[in-house]
Protein backbone atom coordinates (compact mmCIF):
# COMPACT_ATOMS: atom_id res chain seq x y z
CA UNK A 1 0.00 0.00 0.00
CA UNK A 2 1.13 3.46 -0.91
CA UNK A 3 1.16 6.02 1.90
CA UNK A 4 0.58 9.09 1.49
CA UNK A 5 3.61 10.74 3.64
CA UNK A 6 5.76 8.85 2.65
CA UNK A 7 5.29 8.71 -1.06
CA UNK A 8 5.78 11.45 -3.57
CA UNK A 9 1.96 12.70 -4.10
CA UNK A 10 2.00 16.23 -5.42
CA UNK A 11 -1.71 17.19 -4.51
CA UNK A 12 -0.96 20.71 -6.12
CA UNK A 13 0.21 19.17 -9.65
CA UNK A 14 -2.25 19.96 -12.31
CA UNK A 15 -2.60 15.90 -13.11
CA UNK A 16 -3.86 15.29 -9.81
CA UNK A 17 -6.19 18.47 -9.59
CA UNK A 18 -7.64 17.60 -13.27
CA UNK A 19 -8.22 13.62 -11.67
CA UNK A 20 -9.84 15.13 -8.74
CA UNK A 21 -12.22 17.37 -10.20
CA UNK A 22 -14.15 14.25 -11.55
CA UNK A 23 -13.04 11.70 -8.34
CA UNK A 24 -14.29 14.74 -5.97
CA UNK A 25 -17.21 15.45 -8.07
CA UNK A 26 -18.51 11.86 -7.85
CA UNK A 27 -18.56 11.74 -4.28
CA UNK A 28 -19.93 14.90 -3.54
CA UNK A 29 -22.78 13.99 -6.43
CA UNK A 30 -23.14 10.39 -4.78
CA UNK A 31 -23.81 12.01 -1.35
CA UNK A 32 -26.13 14.40 -2.79
CA UNK A 33 -28.06 11.01 -4.47
CA UNK A 34 -27.83 9.23 -1.12
CA UNK A 35 -29.06 12.09 0.73
CA UNK A 36 -32.55 11.80 -1.99
CA UNK A 37 -32.48 8.38 -2.07
CA UNK A 38 -32.58 7.86 1.83
CA UNK A 39 -35.46 10.57 1.91
CA UNK A 40 -37.41 8.21 -0.63
CA UNK A 41 -36.73 5.27 1.21
CA UNK A 42 -38.73 6.92 4.09
CA UNK A 43 -41.83 7.61 2.28
CA UNK A 44 -41.59 4.22 1.27
CA UNK A 45 -41.21 2.85 4.61
CA UNK A 46 -42.77 4.98 7.02
CA UNK A 47 -42.26 2.81 10.17
CA UNK A 48 -38.15 3.42 10.08
CA UNK A 49 -39.14 7.23 8.35
CA UNK A 50 -36.95 8.82 11.88
CA UNK A 51 -33.98 6.43 11.50
CA UNK A 52 -34.21 7.30 7.50
CA UNK A 53 -34.41 11.12 7.50
CA UNK A 54 -31.77 10.42 10.14
CA UNK A 55 -29.23 8.58 7.77
CA UNK A 56 -30.38 10.88 4.77
CA UNK A 57 -28.94 13.97 7.01
CA UNK A 58 -25.77 12.09 7.68
CA UNK A 59 -25.41 12.08 4.09
CA UNK A 60 -25.99 15.47 3.07
CA UNK A 61 -23.27 16.50 5.69
CA UNK A 62 -20.91 13.98 4.28
CA UNK A 63 -21.56 16.60 0.64
CA UNK A 64 -20.43 19.20 2.36
CA UNK A 65 -17.39 17.91 3.82
CA UNK A 66 -16.31 16.65 0.77
CA UNK A 67 -16.61 20.23 -1.03
CA UNK A 68 -14.60 21.54 1.90
CA UNK A 69 -11.72 18.82 0.31
CA UNK A 70 -12.13 19.85 -3.28
CA UNK A 71 -12.09 23.77 -2.19
CA UNK A 72 -8.85 23.14 0.24
CA UNK A 73 -7.00 21.73 -2.92
CA UNK A 74 -9.08 24.19 -5.31
CA UNK A 75 -10.43 22.20 -7.44
CA UNK A 76 -13.91 22.44 -9.28
CA UNK A 77 -15.62 19.29 -9.20
CA UNK A 78 -16.78 18.08 -13.00
CA UNK A 79 -20.57 17.53 -11.47
CA UNK A 80 -21.64 17.04 -14.71
CA UNK A 81 -19.24 14.17 -15.49
CA UNK A 82 -20.75 12.85 -11.86
CA UNK A 83 -24.09 13.19 -12.71
CA UNK A 84 -23.64 11.36 -16.13
CA UNK A 85 -21.58 8.84 -14.15
CA UNK A 86 -23.91 7.84 -11.64
CA UNK A 87 -27.49 8.21 -14.56
CA UNK A 88 -27.69 4.76 -15.01
CA UNK A 89 -28.25 3.40 -11.28
CA UNK A 90 -30.13 6.55 -10.43
CA UNK A 91 -32.14 5.90 -13.12
CA UNK A 92 -33.15 2.67 -11.76
CA UNK A 93 -33.25 3.26 -8.30
CA UNK A 94 -36.43 6.22 -9.46
CA UNK A 95 -38.04 3.57 -11.31
CA UNK A 96 -38.04 1.07 -8.65
CA UNK A 97 -39.16 3.57 -6.33
CA UNK A 98 -41.84 4.82 -8.79
CA UNK A 99 -43.21 0.69 -8.68
CA UNK A 100 -42.84 0.91 -4.82
CA UNK A 101 -40.42 -1.94 -5.18
CA UNK A 102 -38.26 -1.33 -1.93
CA UNK A 103 -36.20 -4.37 -1.69
CA UNK A 104 -34.39 -2.91 -5.26
CA UNK A 105 -34.37 0.32 -3.56
CA UNK A 106 -32.35 -1.04 -0.72
CA UNK A 107 -30.51 -2.71 -2.82
CA UNK A 108 -28.98 -0.16 -5.03
CA UNK A 109 -28.34 2.16 -2.37
CA UNK A 110 -27.83 0.74 0.98
CA UNK A 111 -25.87 -2.39 -0.21
CA UNK A 112 -24.43 -1.78 -3.49
CA UNK A 113 -23.49 2.22 -2.88
CA UNK A 114 -23.06 2.00 0.04
CA UNK A 115 -20.58 -1.25 -0.30
CA UNK A 116 -18.88 0.95 -3.43
CA UNK A 117 -18.56 3.77 -0.82
CA UNK A 118 -16.82 2.53 1.81
CA UNK A 119 -14.20 0.50 -0.81
CA UNK A 120 -13.75 3.66 -2.18
CA UNK A 121 -13.10 5.82 1.29
CA UNK A 122 -11.09 2.83 2.62
CA UNK A 123 -8.54 2.71 -0.52
CA UNK A 124 -8.23 6.86 -0.62
CA UNK A 125 -7.86 7.24 3.18
CA UNK A 126 -3.82 6.03 3.44
CA UNK A 127 -3.70 8.18 0.37
CA UNK A 128 -5.62 11.24 1.17
CA UNK A 129 -4.30 14.51 1.92
CA UNK A 130 -4.38 15.73 5.88
CA UNK A 131 -7.52 16.94 5.24
CA UNK A 132 -9.08 14.75 3.11
CA UNK A 133 -8.14 12.02 5.26
CA UNK A 134 -9.52 13.43 8.44
CA UNK A 135 -12.75 14.24 6.49
CA UNK A 136 -13.08 10.63 4.96
CA UNK A 137 -12.19 8.72 7.94
CA UNK A 138 -15.32 10.34 9.86
CA UNK A 139 -17.53 9.67 6.91
CA UNK A 140 -16.53 6.15 6.38
CA UNK A 141 -17.74 5.36 9.79
CA UNK A 142 -21.01 6.36 9.14
CA UNK A 143 -21.23 4.65 5.45
CA UNK A 144 -21.01 1.41 7.74
CA UNK A 145 -24.18 2.34 9.51
CA UNK A 146 -26.38 2.74 6.55
CA UNK A 147 -25.26 -0.65 5.09
CA UNK A 148 -26.32 -1.87 8.85
CA UNK A 149 -29.23 -0.28 8.32
CA UNK A 150 -30.12 -2.17 4.57
CA UNK A 151 -28.81 -5.52 6.16
CA UNK A 152 -30.80 -5.66 8.83
CA UNK A 153 -34.02 -4.98 7.10
CA UNK A 154 -33.61 -7.29 4.26
CA UNK A 155 -32.22 -10.04 7.08
CA UNK A 156 -35.99 -9.38 8.67
CA UNK A 157 -37.36 -9.76 5.79
CA UNK A 158 -35.11 -12.18 3.78
CA UNK A 159 -38.09 -14.65 2.60
CA UNK A 160 -40.17 -12.48 0.63
CA UNK A 161 -37.38 -10.37 -0.62
CA UNK A 162 -34.70 -13.13 -1.87
CA UNK A 163 -36.35 -13.21 -5.23
CA UNK A 164 -36.31 -9.66 -5.90
CA UNK A 165 -32.64 -9.24 -4.57
CA UNK A 166 -31.77 -11.80 -6.90
CA UNK A 167 -33.37 -9.99 -9.58
CA UNK A 168 -31.78 -6.36 -8.58
CA UNK A 169 -28.70 -8.01 -8.06
CA UNK A 170 -28.45 -9.10 -12.10
CA UNK A 171 -29.50 -5.86 -13.24
CA UNK A 172 -27.36 -3.43 -10.87
CA UNK A 173 -24.24 -5.57 -10.11
CA UNK A 174 -22.89 -5.10 -14.08
CA UNK A 175 -23.68 -1.13 -13.66
CA UNK A 176 -20.85 -0.84 -10.70
CA UNK A 177 -18.32 -2.75 -12.70
CA UNK A 178 -18.96 -0.28 -15.38
CA UNK A 179 -18.54 2.60 -13.29
CA UNK A 180 -15.45 1.22 -12.02
CA UNK A 181 -13.76 1.03 -15.17
CA UNK A 182 -15.13 4.20 -15.85
CA UNK A 183 -12.70 5.67 -12.85
CA UNK A 184 -9.62 3.70 -13.22
CA UNK A 185 -7.44 5.87 -14.66
CA UNK A 186 -8.40 8.99 -12.20
CA UNK A 187 -8.37 6.41 -9.30
CA UNK A 188 -4.88 5.39 -10.08
CA UNK A 189 -4.03 9.11 -10.51
CA UNK A 190 -5.02 9.47 -7.42
CA UNK A 191 -2.94 6.31 -6.23
CA UNK A 192 -6.22 4.72 -5.37
CA UNK A 193 -6.07 0.74 -7.27
CA UNK A 194 -8.27 -0.77 -9.61
CA UNK A 195 -7.68 -4.32 -8.09
CA UNK A 196 -8.02 -2.92 -4.38
CA UNK A 197 -11.07 -1.45 -5.21
CA UNK A 198 -12.64 -4.46 -6.86
CA UNK A 199 -11.69 -6.84 -3.60
CA UNK A 200 -12.23 -4.07 -0.70
CA UNK A 201 -16.19 -3.63 -3.10
CA UNK A 202 -16.67 -7.78 -2.82
CA UNK A 203 -15.78 -8.42 0.83
CA UNK A 204 -17.98 -5.86 1.98
CA UNK A 205 -21.03 -6.84 -0.76
CA UNK A 206 -20.06 -10.75 0.04
CA UNK A 207 -20.41 -9.98 3.64
CA UNK A 208 -23.37 -7.67 3.71
CA UNK A 209 -24.94 -10.79 1.65
CA UNK A 210 -24.05 -13.58 3.83
CA UNK A 211 -25.56 -11.78 7.06
CA UNK A 212 -28.73 -11.09 5.17
CA UNK A 213 -29.25 -14.87 5.24
CA UNK A 214 -27.54 -16.11 1.63
CA UNK A 215 -25.78 -18.84 1.22
CA UNK A 216 -22.21 -19.04 0.18
CA UNK A 217 -23.43 -20.80 -3.21
CA UNK A 218 -25.61 -18.23 -3.51
CA UNK A 219 -23.25 -15.53 -3.14
CA UNK A 220 -20.70 -16.98 -5.46
CA UNK A 221 -23.48 -16.96 -7.81
CA UNK A 222 -24.77 -13.58 -7.45
CA UNK A 223 -21.25 -11.95 -7.45
CA UNK A 224 -20.57 -13.47 -10.98
CA UNK A 225 -22.68 -11.17 -12.46
CA UNK A 226 -20.16 -8.15 -12.20
CA UNK A 227 -17.72 -10.07 -13.98
CA UNK A 228 -19.90 -9.58 -17.55
CA UNK A 229 -20.24 -6.30 -16.98
O1 LIG B 1 -23.85 6.35 0.80
C1 LIG B 1 -23.05 7.14 0.34
O2 LIG B 1 -22.65 8.08 0.98
C2 LIG B 1 -22.59 6.94 -1.05
C3 LIG B 1 -22.94 8.03 -1.88
C4 LIG B 1 -21.52 7.72 -1.69
C5 LIG B 1 -21.00 7.19 -2.94
C6 LIG B 1 -19.59 7.44 -3.12
C7 LIG B 1 -19.18 6.73 -4.37
C8 LIG B 1 -17.73 6.77 -4.41
C9 LIG B 1 -17.20 6.23 -5.67
C10 LIG B 1 -15.86 6.81 -5.88
C11 LIG B 1 -15.07 6.06 -6.83
C12 LIG B 1 -13.66 6.45 -6.64
C13 LIG B 1 -12.70 5.51 -7.18
FE1 LIG C 1 -22.36 9.19 2.60
FE1 LIG D 1 -24.17 6.36 2.92
FE1 LIG E 1 -0.09 1.98 -9.84
Known sequence: MQLAAESKIDFQSEIYKDAYSRINAIVIEGE???????????????????????????????????????????????LE????????????????????KVVTCLLIQSLIIECFAIAAYNCYIPVADDFARKITEGVVKDEYSHLNFGEVWLKENFIQSKAELEDANRQN????????????KDAHTLAMEKEALVEDFMIQYGEALSNIGFTTRDI??????GLTA
Request: charge should be negative; glycine fraction near 4%.
Open 32 to 78: QEAYENYIKLAELLPETKDELIRLSKMESRHKKGFEACGRNLQVTPD
Open 81 to 100: FAREFFSTLHQNFQDAAAEG
Open 173 to 184: LPIVWRMLNKVE
Open 220 to 225: MRMSAY
